[in-house]
Nanobody
């Protein structure tokens, strides 16, 4: 059974930093497509950052230069380092994963519909 468990969410002041982690079990982590999404109250879920098995990354424009997605295959962990946080970054952050294609290809995608497995989310609040 696949499990994705996020951690690291917190209340932080504008300009501060946080590191989110996603512990993955039940799938062959190193061959997955993985991403971070967020959902603010009253808004649709938004893709924030994604990474493929080659380490190629993709970011939504609003977080470029501030957020960094990374993966540690040995520890089966996906991370999101968030710097220079803004109040508009406040949301529940979700980790997502999906298996490779039958041909073995992975991708970096910011579309929620591309992912099969989801965590329960961790709350990030940016406020003074």
């Amino acid at each position: 059974e696949v499990h994705l468990v996020e951690s690291g969410g917190d209340l932080v002041q504008p300009g501060g930093s946080l590191r989110l982690s996603c512990a993955v079990s039940g799938i062959t982590y190193s061959s997955q497509s993985m991403g971070w999404f967020r959902q603010a109250p009253g808004k649709e879920r938004e893709g924030v950052a994604a990474i493929d098995s080659d380490g190629d990354t993709l970011y939504v424009d609003s977080v470029k230069g501030r957020f960094t997605i990374s993966q540690d295959g040995a520890k089966n962990t996906l991370s999101l380092r968030m710097n220079a946080l803004k109040p508009e970054d406040t949301a529940i952050y979700y980790c997502a994963a999906t298996p490779p294609s039958p041909e073995g290809f992975t991708f970096n995608s910011l579309r929620a519909s591309d992912y099969s497995y989801w965590g329960q989310g961790t709350q990030v609040t940016v406020s003074s």
